[in-house]
């Protein structure tokens, strides 16, 4: 599908025709006094800041009306948000973007998406939401097809009032950016080291030896053995990792899945307390693509369940 | 009068009670501030950190008056956690149930968690003091439905971390009051003595003013001078090449957040000759070569460095912006992973400063006669 940008004429189509205000989810109409808006009217970048919305007639009329290229809101909650003053909390977030995942097994050029990344980018989502719900028993989280990824919006009480360092902290256990202490394989984070592992290594190939600085030597060492690592590691295990690579070579390897799992979230986002983000049911121009709230993440198609009418009738 | 009482009631007049009550609180105190002893009472350790307070609650002083109160109640936390081996709500200690209520350890149920020697459990939130004080990582946790598992030795460090919070919250809550006694200012200047011990010890062992040597570099920094790509060039040149250098070599010890390189130099030329030109290099080796593309870049290293938005700085311009201080690991680590390929020796570094500051303390020892 060709995502190609929305013209001025089929954003108007979209504000008029498609989108109505009860596209914004539940999570966003209550809390709407409560956060900054922002607008981009011409794909330069969100100018319009401090924006603040009393009721969600005003707001439609705002959407309707002004036809944005790209529209946004805070995570945060204010008391004063046209003053962006009296930050009282924040959802917690998680921005994954299908164009940035460090590792792909499609042939996109960089900056591109397509089917399979995209389907690539759900299923780390769906690992971090497991990871949020398994090991934090957080339970209020929210899924946002974003236009080129996902966000993972959230709302438990718990995680609200964290402080910058601290989601940084606990972004770095959900992504898995630190590698396990050696002597300390077992518990919950190693195993989630090595699950996220057993995901990464098949994917690699000549290219992630060029971005990762991998020698030539390692990588096809590393895939001959492939098989057997993986069954290895589903059992837990660096045994056969260890085998066959030396000792530097394999913590290098550590590093390395390290560093691919730091790339797969944009930490930015989630330590930004004050961030905003593409509001729910807005049109992602850029891409023609609408910003959608996902409520089953497992069978949801951006390329089905997120197309704006305008480009069906393209 | 409680023991408890300057935690809970009217702080001056406390003190004035405490001083007709007796010397001894004092004269404890000002041992515990000497390290003639190792174990003060209740006391004596509030009168430390109203001592503290007085220098602000973000002082060197006030760290070491937590850190005084935190070896002096980690053996009563130890015993206290050996002996509460069954659920309490009140623990034994009584300065711990005033400053720490609601810490809710609680032994594990869970025979596989005893089996692994993880007999206690808290909320996952309550070890957020360890997390902020950077002392711990979730990661370095085995954590399950919510709860922390934690051993024995964890959980008497988690609730000295705690304790060392609400101390801090204290000595916070103390600075605010207008705090005017002898006894309690000649504490103060007791901790300032010894804050003055120790800041020249530190400052002895990172080193003064010296030319960079860059064998001595982290990892990190060898590979912002090799070059990077377009998605991390900015951050690596423009961020942390341009504080690290500046602080390197200018000011190694420094820790204050609002520090000018004008406080450490009287000459520009250190800045120009022997600081831009590996920066310069740099960025020319970034593909694209990052001044070449982003011409505007070569300013913003300049604006890192304190001078504001200029292309040809002089000393006087040393305050127009913030000189940025080094980022820690961490930040790195979450900002631009692919700058981060650690080696054994950064395994105890937060920050790269700190790695390059031991290198050079190592090879001093080395070549020391």
Redesign the interface.
């Known amino acids: 599908m060709l995502l190609r940008e929305a013209t001025p004429e089929e954003r108007r189509l979209y504000y008029f025709e498609e989108w109505k205000a009860s596209y914004l989810p539940d999570y966003m109409t209550k809390s709407l006094t409560m956060r900054e808006f922002a607008f981009d009217y011409n794909g330069e970048g969100p100018k319009d800041r401090y924006r603040n919305f009393v009721t969600l007639t005003q707001f439609e009329g705002h959407m309707v009306s002004s036809q944005p290229y790209a529209a946004y809101s805070s995570v945060a909650f204010y008391r004063e948000p046209q003053k962006r003053s009296g930050w009282l909390s924040a959802e917690l977030v998680f921005d994954i973007d299908a164009k940035d995942l460090p590792v792909r097994s499609c042939k996109c050029r960089k900056g591109d998406v397509c089917e399979v990344c995209m389907e690539e980018a759900k299923e780390f989502v769906l690992s971090i939401s497991d990871t949020l719900r398994?090991?934090?028993?957080?339970k209020d989280i929210k899924f946002v097809y974003s236009g080129r990824g996902y966000h993972i919006r959230v709302f438990d009480e718990?995680v609200l009032t964290?402080?910058s360092?601290?989601r940084?902290?606990?972004?770095?256990?959900v992504a898995g950016?630190?590698v396990?202490e050696r002597e300390n394989l077992?518990?919950?984070?190693p195993e989630l080291f090595i699950k996220k592992a057993i995901k990464i290594l098949p994917l690699f190939t000549a290219d992630v030896r060029k971005e990762?600085?991998q020698p030539t030597i390692r990588v096809h060492r590393l895939l001959k053995y492939l098989p057997d690592v993986l069954e290895d590691l589903e059992n837990d295990s660096f045994r056969k990792l260890r085998e066959i690579l030396s000792n530097k070579t394999y913590l290098?390897l550590l590093?390395t899945i390290?560093?691919v799992n730091?790339?797969m979230v944009d930490?930015?986002v989630t330590?930004d307390v004050k961030r905003i983000l593409r509001i729910p049911g807005s049109l992602h121009s850029k891409v023609s693509m609408i910003c959608t709230p996902v409520k089953n993440l497992e069978s949801f198609d951006p390329f089905r369940d997120a197309v704006p009418k305008f480009v069906m009738e393209r | 009068m409680s023991p408890l009482s300057p935690l809970n009631g009217n702080i001056k007049e406390n003190i004035a009670e405490l001083e007709d009550l007796s010397e001894r609180y004092f004269l404890e105190a000002e041992e515990m501030i000497r390290g003639e002893i190792r174990k003060a009472g209740d006391i004596a350790l509030n009168l430390i950190l109203i001592a503290a307070s007085l220098k602000g609650s973000s002082s060197f002083e006030s760290r070491i008056a937590i850190d005084i109160f935190r070896e002096a109640v980690s053996k009563r936390v130890g015993e206290y956690i050996q002996k509460e081996v069954k659920i309490s709500p009140y623990p034994d200690v009584a300065f711990c149930i005033a400053l720490e209520p609601e810490l809710k350890l609680k032994l594990s149920d869970d025979t596989f968690f005893e089996k692994?020697g993880l007999r206690f459990r808290v909320k996952?939130?309550e070890v957020?003091p360890s997390?902020?004080s950077k002392k711990r990582?979730?990661?370095d946790?085995?954590?399950?439905?919510?709860?922390v598992y934690l051993d024995e030795r964890e959980a008497i460090e988690l609730y000295l971390d705690r304790l060392s919070e609400k101390a801090r919250e204290l000595v916070e809550s103390y600075s605010k009051l207008d705090i005017k006694h002898h006894r309690i200012e000649g504490l103060a200047q007791a901790l300032t003595k010894l804050s003055d011990t120790r800041t020249e010890r530190i400052v002895g062992l990172q080193g003064k003013q010296a030319p960079l040597k860059e064998e001595h570099f982290p990892p990190c920094i060898k590979l912002c001078i090799s070059g990077m790509g377009s998605g991390a060039r900015n951050y690596a040149i423009s961020v942390l090449l341009t504080a690290f250098l500046s602080y390197a070599r200018i000011a190694p010890s420094s820790n204050t957040k609002d520090a000018r390189i004008s406080d450490f130099i009287d000459d520009i030329a250190v800045v120009r000759n022997e600081i831009i030109p590996i920066i310069e290099a740099a960025a020319e080796r970034c593909s694209p070569p990052l001044f070449e593309d982003q011409p505007m870049e070569r300013q913003n290293v300049y604006y890192h460095l304190g001078f504001g938005l200029t292309s040809n700085p002089t000393l006087e311009d040393a305050q127009k912006s913030s000189w940025y201080f080094v980022p820690n690991c961490?930040?790195i680590?979450?900002?631009a992973?692919?700058l981060?390929?650690?080696e054994k020796l950064c395994r105890n570094v937060k920050n790269p400063l700190t790695y390059y500051i031991r290198k050079r303390f190592q090879e001093g020892g080395k070549n020391a006669p």
């Open positions: 398994d090991i934090f028993s957080l718990e964290l402080s360092q601290e940084a902290e606990l972004l770095d256990y950016n630190v396990p077992k518990g919950r984070y990762f600085d290098s590093e390290r560093e730091a790339g930490a930015r330590v | 692994e996952w939130r957020l997390i902020k990582k979730f990661t946790f085995y954590i399950e439905k919510g709860f961490d930040k680590r979450r900002e992973p692919s981060c390929r650690p």
